[in-house]
C-alpha cells in the first residue's frame, strides 16, 4: 500500500522483555517520528529522525528506548527492560522533506499497541 | 516551555456547528495543524495554518491569531461521523521539525 505501516499491530510482552517495533514509511518520505500515546491521552513526541540521522532524540523517556533507521525507509524503536508503565500505543508518522515554506503534514500509520503484563 | 491547551471534551447535537479552541505557548512556531482522531485509529489531517486568519475546508474552518497564541477548528453541519478526537499541533523549530501535540478534544455528536 501507499500508506505508512507498522508492525506488529498488537504486542504484549512480559515485564523486563525486550520488544522490537517496526515503522515503513511513505516511499519518498525524509522525515519520520515516532509518538507514544497512552490511553485517552494526547501524542507524546519520542524521537525525529531526518534521512537515518536523528537530530532530536529530547523525547525519548530513558536510556531503555532508542530508535534506528536505515536510509529514508525502516525504522525500528527498542525497548529494552519493558515496564508495565510502556504499555501505550506507539505510532510512526513520516513526512516529505521539511521546508519552510511547505505545507508538510505528517501521514500516521496504524500504530502498535504495546501491553506490558 | 511548551504548553499547548484544549477543552478535554465537547458534546454537540447533529446538525450542529462547534469550535473547538486551542492555545499554545512554543519555544518556535512555523506552522499549526488540526488531526482527526477516531477511537483505535491513527490521526488524519484536517488543517493547515501559518498566516492569521480563516483557512476553510469544505465543512471544517480553521482560524488562527498567532500574537494570541491561538487557534480554532469549526465544525459545521456535524455529522455523527465527526464524534472524535480533535488534535491541535504546533510545528517548531527552524527547520520546523518538531511537532508538538496537545492533549486533545474528545467530541461526541448526538442525534
Known amino acids: ?117 | 516551555g511548551q504548553n499547548i491547551d484544549q477543552p478535554t471534551e465537547m458534546t454537540a447535537t447533529e446538525g450542529a456547528i462547534v469550535q473547538i479552541n486551542c492555545t499554545y505557548q512554543t519555544s518556535g512556531f512555523n506552522g499549526l495543524f488540526w488531526y482527526q482522531q477516531h477511537a483505535g485509529e491513527a490521526p488524519t489531517f484536517l488543517s493547515y495554518n501559518v498566516l492569521d486568519g480563516l483557512e476553510e475546508k469544505g465543512r471544517f474552518s480553521s482560524f488562527l491569531s498567532r500574537s494570541k497564541g491561538y487557534s480554532y477548528l469549526l465544525l459545521k453541519e456535524l455529522q455523527m461521523k465527526d464524534s472524535a478526537s480533535y488534535l491541535c499541533a504546533v510545528r517548531e523549530g527552524n527547520y520546523g521539525q518538531n511537532f508538538v501535540f496537545g492533549p486533545g478534544t474528545r467530541l461526541s455528536v448526538l442525534p
Not at chain 1, 523486563?16 to 519518498?28: A, F, N, T, W, Y
Request: glycine letters at 10%.
Open chain 1, 1 to 117: 500500500g501507499a500508506g505508512v505501516s507498522q508492525s506488529p499491530s498488537n504486542k504484549v510482552t512480559e515485564k523486563g522483555k525486550d520488544v522490537e517495533l517496526r515503522c515503513d514509511p511513505i516511499s519518498g518520505h525524509t522525515a519520520l517520528y515516532w509518538y507514544r500515546q497512552r490511553l485517552g491521552q494526547g501524542l507524546e513526541f519520542l524521537i525525529y529522525f531526518q534521512g537515518n540521522s536523528a537530530p532530536d532524540k529530547s523525547g525519548l523517556p530513558s536510556d531503555r528506548f532508542s530508535a534506528e533507521r536505515t536510509g529514508e525507509s525502516v525504522s525500528t524503536l527498542t525497548i529494552q527492560r519493558t515496564q508495565q508503565e510502556d504499555s501505550a500505543v506507539y505510532l510512526c508518522a513520516s513526512s516529505p522533506s521539511p521546508g519552510l515554506a511547505v505545507t508538510y503534514e505528517q501521514y500516521f500509520g496504524p500504530g502498535t499497541r504495546l501491553t506490558v503484563t
